[in-house]
């Protein structure tokens, strides 16, 4: 278990409204990513952290930042949500002295209408 | 930009049966994972392959890195209801943080 939790787990909002979700981790660890999870797609990185305040983009970062105040949570915020950001988001944590492994959170499923 | 293609994408089975899932690259990776995922969960880590040729066993699971580092396969012997879900494969882009999953094969054991 690799202390992973995410809130909210599901979320239904509207288009135009600014949504976060947020992934805390219990172990300290330094790498933290969020991955979006679509039909088709399999899972797609958005954004991910290499430490507090470093954050850098992944494949599908458009409509989408993130924020690192502290090393055991990472917060997505999707400024204006659209129907095109409904999908599965999950979080996960990697950590750097095993070969290159991931552990994820449980997700969060947010429809944006 | 590196891909990872997962063949096939869906399998239905029988209980007892065996299988083989693939995912294959034209690049060249350090290491490989494989991921379970079962509905509303996230996905698990099963196993991590490293060496060219590497062969690793868990329990009825067979899990093989090719020579060259480009592929993996996994292979199912007798399978089970309880392994069916979604595997995926996994790779750490070369000199980031970053890493990428193939589409998955979603794989359904029926009793």
């Known amino acids: 278990d690799a202390g992973i939790t995410q809130s909210p787990r599901h979320k239904v909002t509207e288009t135009g409204t600014p949504v976060t979700l947020r992934c805390h981790q219990t172990?300290?660890?330094?790498?933290m990513y969020w991955y979006r999870q679509d039909p088709g797609h399999g899972l797609r990185l958005i954004h991910y952290?290499?430490?507090?305040?470093?954050?850098d983009k992944g494949e599908v970062s458009d409509g989408y930042s993130v924020s690192r105040s502290k090393t055991e949570d990472f917060l997505l915020t999707l400024e204006s949500a659209t129907s095109s950001q409904t999908s599965v988001y999950f979080c996960?944590?990697?950590?750097?002295?095993?070969?290159?492994?991931?552990?994820f959170g449980p997700g969060t499923r947010l429809t944006v209408l | 930009t590196q891909l990872l293609e997962q063949s096939p994408q869906f399998l239905s089975i029988q209980e007892g049966e065996n299988l083989t899932v693939y995912c294959n690259s034209s690049?060249?990776?350090?290491?490989l994972q494989w991921y379970r995922q079962e509905p509303g969960e996230g996905p698990v880590l099963l196993v991590t392959?490293?060496?060219?040729?590497e062969v690793k066993k868990l329990k009825r699971l067979t899990f093989q890195f090719g020579d060259a580092r480009k592929d993996s396969s996994l292979h199912i012997t007798a399978a089970q209801p309880g392994d069916t879900g979604l595997y995926l494969c996994?790779?750490?882009?070369?000199?980031?943080?970053?890493?990428?999953f193939g589409t998955g094969t979603r794989l359904k054991v029926l009793a």
């Open positions: 996960a944590i990697s950590p750097r002295d095993t070969h290159d492994e991931q552990f």
């Open positions: 172990e300290n660890h330094r790498y």
């Open positions: 952290s290499y430490g507090v305040k470093d954050t």
């Open positions: 690049s060249v990776f350090s290491s």
């Open positions: 392959v490293v060496t060219g040729g």
């Open positions: 996994a790779v750490k882009v070369s000199g980031t943080y970053k890493y990428i």
